[in-house]
């Protein structure tokens, strides 16, 4: 989440943000606009108009945008019925000092006033009117905004949920089975075992969005094929052909652990005498490309691999999200071999735009 | 007592071996690590029990189970798994005893006591809820399990109450419908008679004879196959598909 944000709880914008300054400066300039056109004149008077009312208008504006300002950190605290009477009032009472600062600046110079009492009471109605319009048309604009926001930012949490990695059930429960059967005989691959799954969850805890580097990910890649190989023994294969990958640059957590996971569970396990899974790195300049080849077994009938399709979408959407579009993630098979192609920006922490 | 192990991890054969071991020291022991090396095994040495890892390659423990079924004596049955979302349901309303692993001690105990023999109609139940497809057909010849790769196969006949199923190697008695063939493997088999099914895999040309009458000839067959008119259309469609 962007540091920048402001809180997604209260309901008044920041009026203190440059942005929210010119949205507020542009809905005075437009009403000011408005009113002028409405105004029965000569030709003639409408830039001047226009330049009166836009000087009333902003002077309002701008007064209520200080004191909304000044005031946010106190009307923060309250809730949002109290805030928004409380800020309507605020604005009403700005625009009726202004509307007699006006109209005593105005009308009061030549020293008519018995004339002008009538006109006093009708120019500040009108004015105070408008403004209570605008002001409360304003609110509900910001109040608006700030529901659509809101319900942006709950999509994308509740997406990111979804992506968020999790163990497999399936997994867990083979490698406990596999760490009741080492305990008995060999406890100390037992404790490796464990110290192994432990490192795994802890990673698969962490948040989906979360960075690490490449020589993290690949370490707990290994890990996984630890456990693995004590589960299946010769019938799993790996070879690594990874020099050329640099450990820092950054990559989602859970990246390539769950396709290995896939290549075991499609791939390795169906296969009565197991198989290789290669995994092979290259760098092309300021790209990285990850390669994971494992076999399959060739069965024609059977193609519904839908929990496979689901963690490699579940990996390429988070490839994407994180760089934005740079990174990618490719699929090819042909009878008996899988292979899917990460292709990642080479990005360090200190360099994260290399 | 005699009991098989089925299990393609060697580490859970041989956890469950040992508790067996600790449970009845008297308990003879045999493995297999898969259900295909089960059914071999069993044919020279019928156990009394068998018990079958539900996920397997070559073939999984349901359809080893499926295979069992049809012998005269089948040994009774406790599956284990690992985790098995869905087909669990199936298990539990079907009383079928199932081990989860790791399996405990105790648990086992009571499994062994109370082990029974399934029949075929509540294992295709399994079977669905599994959803999948089975790799091999069976018959039971001469009191021995027979059986044939459906991949093999190039086409079922029914025939009167039975189906025969021909692939190069020979032919084949199945007890069963050529209806529920067909419902089981949809992606394999191409209806093209009312009495038979093809493998469309093995398809190799259709033909027109000269009283303007229809017919298949698979790879490997001499003899070909009648195609009804009415099933004209799907089978022209399939080649289309083949070719494609």
Redesign the interface.
Known sequence: MNPDQQPTGTFLPDFCRVRILFVVIMIAELLAIVLTLAQPVMPGNYFFDLAMISLFTQWIALSCIGLLCLSRRWLNRLRDVWAVILSYLLILAVATVITELAWWSLYILPDRGDFLASAHVFFFLRCVGISAIAGALALRYFYIQHQWRRDIESAARLQFQALQTRIRPHFLFNCMNTIAGLTRKQPALAEEAIEDLADLFRVSLMDARSLTTLADELTLCRRYLNIESHRLGKRLQTVWDIDALPGDALIPALTLQPILENAIYHGIEPLPDGGTITITGTRQQSKLVITIHNPFPDDDSVTHHEGNQLAQENVRQRIEAVFMGAGDLKISRDNRHYVVQITIPYQTHENPDR | MKILIVD?????R??LG?LLTELDPAIALTQA??GLQALESIKKEPPDIVLLDI?M??MGGLEAAHHLAGLAAPPAIIFTT??Q?HALDAFEANAVDYL????RKQRLQTALQRASVYNRSRLSVLRGAA???RTHLSAIVHGNIQLVP??EIRCLKAEQKYVIAVWPGGELLIDESLKSLENE?P??FLRIHRNALVAR?HIEVLGKDRDGGYYLRMHDMRTTLTVSRRHLGSVRKAIKQLAG
Do not use: M, S, T, W
């Open positions: 393609d991890e060697a580490l859970a041989e956890r040992g690590e898969n996920r390659p070559v690992a985790y979302e989860l692993k790791p399996i959803a999948a497809e459906v991949g493997f992606a394999r895999q």
